[in-house]
């Protein structure tokens, strides 16, 4: 079945730094979106890509779809000690037009 | 925006108990929900779609007598879990796609614990 693959699964960082975290399908996606979960909360909707090559920003984070609609990224600029979080990409393409989540990316950084 | 609301958002129950958890688009019609389940560090997992006016659609190796979904109205979907074992603890999520877009709500979920 379709599965959507992310990584990593853990990023520690110092504040400041820059992080990124990678998704990739294995079939093309109509959409991709993103989500924020932060600890003890429920995923927060951040961002959806429809286009191919798409570009969006929302101040520090950039997000990204690929040519082929197949994978994404979302990169952190100088992150705060607020962008703690696990971090989810999901397309849409489930037989019953769910979303497949990533396994997400948990974001922790050290002030 | 859109909201949607789960209720309740915490219950402790004995093992054998059945626990109802309600999901609500609170100002918007919704003729689909999904329902999620997370474990500790792990992503959601869906486990049915459902559907006002008609029968759930469950997931692969979601046993559908034992998590009984009824999508009562427009705005409310309810999950049971019947007979709850510990096994089932677990953090239950539902959302609901917004009118014309792919862009899905998630309520705050529920976290269950079965002792």
């Known amino acids: 079945g379709q599965q959507v693959m992310q990584i990593p699964q853990y990023q520690h960082v110092q504040e400041g730094e820059d992080f990124t975290t990678y998704c990739n399908s294995s079939?093309?996606?109509?959409?991709i979106q993103w989500y924020k979960q932060r600890p003890g909360g429920h995923p927060v909707f951040l961002i959806q890509?429809?286009?191919?090559?798409e570009v969006k920003k929302q101040k520090r984070l950039t997000f990204q779809f690929g040519e082929a609609k197949k994978n994404s990224s979302l990169h952190i600029t100088a992150t705060q000690t607020t962008d703690v979080g696990t971090y989810f990409c999901a397309g849409l393409g489930g037989s019953q037009g769910n979303l497949i989540f990533g396994k997400g990316t948990k974001l922790s950084v050290k002030p | 925006g859109a909201v949607v609301s789960q209720h309740p958002s915490r219950v402790i129950c004995k093992s054998g108990t059945s626990v109802k958890i309600e999901c609500r688009s609170l100002?918007?019609?919704?003729?689909?929900m999904f329902w999620y389940r997370q474990f500790p560090k792990q992503s959601l997992m869906l486990m049915a779609t459902s559907n006002e006016g008609s029968k759930a659609t469950y997931e692969q190796g979601v046993e559908k007598d034992k998590f009984l979904i009824n999508h009562a109205s427009l705005t409310l979907s309810t999950l049971t879990v019947t007979s709850a074992h510990p096994e089932d603890s677990s953090f239950y999520i539902c959302?609901?796609?917004?009118?014309?877009?792919?862009?899905?709500?998630f309520g705050p979920g529920t976290r269950l614990t079965v002792l």
């Open positions: 100002d918007f019609q919704a003729t689909t």
């Open positions: 890509l429809v286009k191919s090559g």
């Open positions: 079939t093309t996606l109509s959409n």
């Open positions: 959302s609901a796609p917004g009118r014309g877009t792919d862009t899905q709500y």
